[in-house]
């Protein structure tokens, strides 16, 4: 019952293979949070998982240019990786004046 002044919503990411794309994330979830679509607890779940992300893709291509070598690595080569596949997260929008009842 207590989700029943609550409408379903969609919070739509793109897919993280590059820096590019996770700082896109992270301003979708903050301009959410800042719009009342989301609440704070899963904003910086989602900020700590993107951050995580980002460290990970760092690691990977520093080892990828450990590997292949300085001649490889191209902005060619990083454009031929990005994809314009999105990931759907359900969100729950907050009813604005039930908001405003409980904090006062």
């Known amino acids: 019952m207590a989700r029943a002044g609550r409408a379903a919503s969609c919070l739509k990411l793109p897919l993280l293979e590059d820096m590019k794309s996770i700082q896109v994330a992270l301003a979708r979830v903050q301009v959410a ?4 679509h989301i609440e704070e607890s899963r904003a910086r779940l989602l900020r700590w998982g993107l951050r995580l992300a980002a460290t990970n893709l760092r690691h990977i291509e ?34 604005s004046r039930a908001s405003k009842k409980n904090g006062s």
């Open 33 to 36: 949070l800042e719009a009342g």
């Open 62 to 95: 520093r080892m990828e240019q450990l590997q292949s070598g300085p001649a490889e690595t191209t902005p060619a080569l990083a454009q031929s990786r990005k994809s314009n596949n999105l990931y759907q997260m359900p969100i729950t929008i907050i009813n």
